[in-house]
């Protein structure tokens, strides 16, 4: 019982650390998006700048609302904060916890919260970007299964901790290759990054995960942020710990991986909504592709 | 000019526009209450193979006050009947959509400020019905965005009826920031009013007072010298080349295909500060006048113009290169936002958007003005019509410019001439003149009276018949395309806010 009480007490640590470092991990994207488009860009920790001004503006809501449209952000929060208790341990010991079919239905959870709240302001925008992240997610749920899948087959395991610390593969083998392209792929549709999504403009009428937050103000919005830089965090270093079959320290993985983000987001541009489909279809071919190679 | 009583209007207009192909310029009203006791009615028909402009003019005695639509026959006319109607209070009759245009639900009914019983100053505060065109239905929605939009544009409120992602309907008010241009130029004589004419849009300074200019100069019936001409025509191209680039490079943003997006920015500001260099204003402003130029160029600022016109040239065929490439974003332009030539002839559209139609229409050739004669450019045209055509033409468009200045630069340095300017006696008359805008052309009217002011003058940018065209090509397209078509237009609010 300690030693689990211990494990979690990692777990914890880790996820706060992670947390900690969220935002800096999207001010360094910003900021290198920033000097390949010929920018100067803001400060890496514009960020906490950020979440610090939201923090301290009134929220405002309006007489529309429901108490879904309050809690919608705390449960955002809280499944991400759990689904990042998940993550492999690195601090020491084993989790306790982590299977990874409950990772990907926490984060579902937070996500139909943040629907629900969207619809909640009844503003046509609003159940538009509803529709559209929700439409998204389910083309995506089944394609993370298959990339899950691809490493059970390895490790044996349904425990994220397990698939980490078993990973023994080699580092390029085509099916890890596969793999590692098709999850990061996934992981670009799932934070809403360009090409499936654009997180700077807002042109109200082209966005999705924005779309749905046009109603949130002060603190409610600065959570909302904080989360989905945190869930942006917690992506990238899951991707470096089981996915990127490449033998660095964590921090190297995750940095390599951030400037990755930044530089499919300045060679590309939003793909049409309705070819996301095919874009998502592309990463299953890859993913049974993967598992046949092995 | 002919000129008909109120009841022939319908039929003699419909004759005049030859089934769309004399596309209707302008069409406005006038208080002529003054000298001839009655209101009036003009229309500017085209007349291609005269190179020259027909002028229709209705009059109405005392106790008419509607006349037969023309909408039926031409369409184009829609919106400005509705014009008329709010500005002078005569009613087209049997006209499909009889909405306020500019006077939205803030103004009382019955006022009518162009009517010349009404006072500048009037400060005035009401209340009338402006209701919004949408399509109703089971699981339809309506969508409104704007006025205040999340960018540093001007004002426009777009409602979108929607079945899901798909637009059904787009309807825009526009006319937000109304500024009473036309009556605040009435009064003044013409060399008071042209800083008004150069602030009426900041994209077509240019294109605007030169229109204005040429109207007076008309109506004095004078000839401006030829290096005045030579150096008007090379402004009209500098705002033209400024004007196309800044424009390509903002289409990327509709996409968020960032590095365009810079790369457009940067060279939109190389040619502003150019402009400086050349005008002393980054909009051009402050070199026209009735009767010529005010000042001559210099051979350090035609080496300056020159030699960034070498770096301007190179970014552009970067970013042309840039956008040819990419397969991603020739996917979001191709067959997005289709408009058919029909409707483009339909609506009387210019510049870019008639053009990527199909539409073979630019002042530049089909007006005499400047010394476009001497000089040597391609008419650019595409048939699809939809935001890749518009790109295309934009491009091709923007190649031709760089070839012209650079030979508007050499006749500069070649030419003899001397004198800029020349004598403008002002006296009554009425004249139109035209241009060819970055956007289309900009058709102003202009009537003096005795004493030399200004008694109407009406301002027609390329916006102006534009706008009913974009919410067309928007049909059968999805909501997030539509930031696309509209920047692939990228008409300008306030031409029409004047």
Redesign the interface.
């Known amino acids: 019982m300690d030693i689990i009480m211990q494990n979690l007490g990692y777990s914890f640590l880790q996820a706060f650390l992670l947390l900690a470092f969220a935002p800096l991990i999207t001010g360094i994207i910003k900021k290198v998006?920033a000097r390949?488009?010929?920018?100067i860009g803001s400060s890496i920790f514009q960020e906490y700048l950020d979440v610090y001004k939201w923090w301290r503006k009134p929220t405002i809501l309006t007489p529309e609302t429901s108490i879904i449209f309050i809690i919608a952000p705390f449960v955002y929060f809280a499944t991400t904060f759990l689904a990042a208790l998940m993550l492999p341990n690195l601090l020491g010991g084993k989790v306790a916890f982590g299977d990874v079919f409950v990772f990907v239905y926490i984060l579902a959870i937070g996500r139909f919260f943040m629907a629900l709240s969207s619809m909640d302001a009844a503003t046509?925008?609003g159940?538009?970007g509803g529709s559209r992240e929700i439409y998204i997610s389910v083309l995506v749920e089944p394609a993370i299964m298959l990339a899950i899948l691809s490493n059970l087959l390895r490790s044996g395991s349904t425990m994220l901790g397990n698939m980490a610390f078993d990973y023994t593969g080699v580092a390029f083998s085509v099916a890890t290759v596969l793999t590692c392209i098709a999850f990061f792929a996934i992981l670009i549709a799932e934070n809403s990054r360009?090409?499936v999504d654009?997180p700077?403009?807002?042109?109200?009428?082209?966005m999705i995960h924005e779309c749905m937050l046009l109603e949130y103000s002060g603190r409610l919005l600065s959570l909302i942020h904080l989360t989905s830089m945190f869930k942006l965090a917690m992506f990238l270093v899951l991707f470096s710990m089981i996915y990127l079959p490449i033998e660095l320290p964590l921090v190297l993985k995750v940095l390599l991986s951030a400037v990755s983000v930044s530089i499919i987001?300045?060679?590309?541009?939003?793909?049409?909504?309705?070819?996301v489909p095919v874009y998502i279809a592309t990463t299953m071919i890859l993913l049974v592709l993967a598992i046949v190679a092995q | 000019m002919i000129k008909v009583k109120a009841d022939a209007l319908q039929g003699t207009a419909n004759i005049l526009n030859k089934n769309g192909n004399h596309a209707l310029l302008a069409m406005f009203g006038a208080d002529e209450r003054a000298t001839s006791g009655k209101l009036a009615i003009y229309c500017l028909f085209a007349h291609p193979d005269k190179r020259d402009v027909d002028i229709l003019k209705a009059e109405f005695d005392k106790n008419e006050d509607s006349y037969e639509s023309l909408t039926s026959v031409i369409p184009a006319s829609a919106w400005y009947e509705r014009e008329i109607f709010d500005m002078f209070g005569l009613k087209p009759k049997n006209h499909p959509d009889l909405r306020p245009l500019v006077l939205h639900e803030n103004f009382p009914e019955g006022f009518h400020p162009l009517l010349k019983t009404e006072p500048v100053d009037k400060q005035i505060r009401g209340t009338r019905e402006y209701e919004m065109a949408v399509s109703k239905g089971e699981g339809l929605?309506?969508?409104?965005?704007g006025p205040i939009h999340?960018?540093i544009i001007e004002p426009g409120h777009f409602r979108f009826s929607?079945a899901g992602?798909s637009m059904l309907q787009l309807d825009a008010k526009l006319f937000f920031t109304h500024r009473g241009i036309e009556k605040a130029m009435e009064g003044k004589t013409p060399f008071e009013a042209l800083a008004m004419a150069e602030r009426i849009c900041g994209a077509c300074s240019i294109a605007n007072t030169w229109s204005y200019c040429q109207a007076v100069e008309k109506i004095a019936g004078v000839t401006v010298p030829k290096k005045a001409e030579i150096i008007r025509t090379l402004l009209l191209e500098m705002e033209r080349l400024y004007n196309h680039v800044g424009d390509l490079g903002n289409i990327?943003?509709?996409?968020?295909?960032?590095?365009a997006?810079?790369?457009g920015n940067?060279l939109k500001e190389l040619l502003m500060r150019c402009n400086e260099v050349v005008t002393g204003n980054r909009f051009l402003r402050g070199m026209l006048i009735p009767g010529g130029v005010k000042f001559d160029l210099t051979e350090e600022i035609v080496t300056q113009v020159l030699a960034t016109l070498e770096d301007v040239e190179k970014g552009f065929l970067d970013l042309v290169q840039m956008m040819e490439e990419?397969d991603?974003?020739k996917?979001?332009i191709r067959t997005t936002g289709i408009l058919r030539y029909s409707t483009a002839k339909d609506l009387a559209m210019v510049g870019v958007g008639a053009r990527a139609s199909g539409i073979k229409a630019d002042s530049r050739k089909d007006f005499k003005y400047g010394i476009y004669d001497e000089l040597d450019f391609a008419l650019i045209t595409k048939e699809v019509g939809d935001v890749e055509a518009r790109i295309q033409v934009r491009i091709e468009e923007t190649k031709e410019t760089l070839k012209l200045v650079r030979q508007l630069i050499e006749k500069w340095r070649t030419t003899l001439d001397v004198q800029l300017i020349c004598e403008v006696p002002l006296k009554a008359g009425q004249a139109w003149g035209v241009t060819e805008s970055a956007r289309g052309n900009n058709v102003h009217w202009i009537t003096l009276d005795d004493n030399g002011k200004i008694d109407r003058i009406f301002i027609r940018s390329a916006s102006y018949p534009n706008w009913p065209g974009v919410a067309i090509a928007t049909n059968g397209d999805?909501?997030?395309?539509?930031?696309l078509i509209n920047k692939s237009f990228e008409l300008c609010y306030a031409c029409i806010d004047r």
């Not at chain 2, 929605?141 to 965005?145: R, Y």
């Not at chain 2, 990327?252 to 590095?259: D, T, Y």
């Not at chain 2, 999805?478 to 930031?483: A, E, R, Y």
Request: proline share 10%; no cysteine.
């Open positions: 998006k390949l488009q010929n920018r046509a925008f159940g538009m360009i090409p654009n700077d403009t807002h042109l109200e009428l082209t987001e300045t060679l590309n541009n939003k793909m049409r909504l309705f070819k | 929605f309506e969508v409104p965005v999340a960018g929607q992602e990327p943003a509709g996409v968020g295909f960032s590095p997006i810079s790369l940067k990419q991603e974003f996917d979001r999805i909501i997030p395309d539509f930031p």
